[in-house]
């Protein structure tokens, strides 16, 4: 049976009308800080919805609209229309449920600014004379024994032992039944850590992918009686949870990052794009005050805007690709972690990338040694800048950033420096005047649960 790859509003009603246990539509669609929004409608209800739009209140939903301009409309597109592969049951009923992104409209059947996905999508539109957009995600994660403390479950490392690696199976096996494709898991460096590497694909499709595959882990962990935490750095000390992105950009089936003898002239305007503006984009990458205490010396995260191939504590890496794989050409930006808004994230980074392009940037040397180790006056001399050491470094930056401001729009870029402001008092509120490098009970309070 057909759970996913439907093409129009046609083939997926039929394919309802056939599937009477499929009860339920969930619309999902992500708020302005990339955090799971959703609503149900009975089946029965989609294909008005595919016509005129379900009507929701987006008051209350963070970053959308104001109360007296809340009247906000979902427009489902069938293309992300999913069944969910498992059962839901109560007090002996089962029934299926679906899922579907879509486009968010306003009462007046404008495009609504504040939708996150929708930037995404017009990004992308807009850049694809310089090439598509493919990302391959390494989604990393600690599985604890609940959201109010990070208590750890296994004392595995990089590649070997540890325990419920049966979390990441299952979660697979789900992902694989909505035509998710993985390219491998395996146990992370830290102790009750894990990692799911997602295939390469176009941006748009990964974006909705790795939401569904953060939504699955986590129901999969409640399900097993533990917890699933995307949290940058819920434990001082260890390593940190990030979300290397592998990037290329394609045009006519083919990789435009590759030429003959290794990386393009394009891939290294782009690698440069992200350099020169990877402080103004780390706000959008690095979103949380509790994501700085992960980009730290130390801990395999990036701190300098650097780039290498072997240099795991620069911003940029170029993976070696074996003979005959020319096709896998790519680089690897280490900085965003998983808590992130992953749309506005893949937005940021086309953005700034395509800039280098436009600009005709030209690549700075690669830094093959331990940056970490580096003195002060060595980095000054080969003109190694550093990433925002914190929150309100980063906000500051992006404030002043006019490629953000266009990116992103008015609406989004305003409701996240809000947002941002908010944030950053309330640590301080917390912890006093001195930023604490260590991470923080209120972090822990605040952001374990829902991150």
């Not at 989609?46 to 427009?75: C, H, P």
């Amino acid at each position: 049976m057909k759970n996913f790859g439907f093409k129009d509003e046609k083939e997926v009603l039929e394919v309802l009308k056939e599937r009477k246990e499929v009860k339920f539509v969930r619309m999902i669609f992500p708020d302005v800080l990339g955090r799971e929004m959703s609503f149900c409608i009975p089946s029965e209800e989609l294909e008005s919805a595919f016509k005129n739009g379900k009507g929701f209140d987006g008051s209350s939903v963070e970053g959308f609209a104001r109360i007296e301009e809340s009247d906000l409309y979902f427009f489902p597109d069938p293309k992300t229309f999913r069944i969910l592969p498992w059962d839901y049951q109560l007090e002996g009923v089962s029934w299926k449920e679906a899922i579907v992104f879509g486009k968010i409209f306003d009462s007046k059947g404008n495009e609504f600014p504040g939708d996150s996905r929708r930037i995404l999508e017009k990004v992308l539109e807009k850049t694809k004379e310089y090439g598509e957009l493919f990302v391959g995600p390494e989604l990393e994660f600690y599985i604890f024994k609940d959201e109010k403390t990070p208590e750890l479950l296994d004392y595995g490392g990089y590649f070997h032992g540890g325990k419920w690696g049966e979390i990441r199976k299952l979660a697979q096996i789900y992902l694989a039944q909505m035509g998710i494709e993985i390219d491998c898991d395996h146990h992370e460096v830290g102790p009750s850590q894990h990692e799911i590497d997602l295939k390469f694909n176009n941006a748009l499709s990964i974006a909705d992918s790795v939401m569904i595959a953060k939504y699955v882990l986590k129901r999969v962990a409640r399900n097993a009686g533990v917890y699933v935490s995307f949290m940058p750095k819920p434990i001082t000390g260890m390593i940190g949870t990030g979300m290397h992105l592998h990037l290329s950009l394609w045009k006519n089936g083919k990789n435009l990052f590759f030429e003959k003898g290794g990386l393009s002239e394009i891939a290294k305007k782009y690698m440069m794009g992200l350099i020169k503006y990877g402080r103004e984009i780390q706000l959008v990458l690095n979103q949380w005050v509790n994501s700085y205490k992960r980009l730290v010396p130390g801990f395999e995260a990036p701190v300098y805007l650097a780039w290498g191939t072997r240099n795991r504590s620069a911003y940029i890496r170029v993976p070696e690709v074996p003979k005959g794989k020319e096709r896998s050409t790519r680089i690897e930006i280490r900085s965003p972690d998983p808590a992130c808004n992953i749309y506005l994230a893949f937005a940021a980074i086309q953005a700034a990338g395509v800039q280098g392009i436009k600009e005709n940037l030209k690549l700075i040397p690669p830094q093959e040694r331990n940056i970490y180790k580096m003195t002060k006056e060595e980095m000054k001399k080969l003109k190694i800048a550093t990433l925002t050491k914190n929150l309100k470094e980063a906000l500051e930056i992006f404030k002043k950033s006019k490629l953000m401001k266009e990116t992103l729009g008015d609406h989004i870029f305003q409701k996240l420096i809000q947002n941002k402001e908010i944030e950053w008092q309330k640590y301080k509120k917390s912890v006093g005047k001195k930023y604490q490098k260590e991470v923080s009970p209120y972090e822990i309070k605040e952001y374990l649960p829902v991150l």
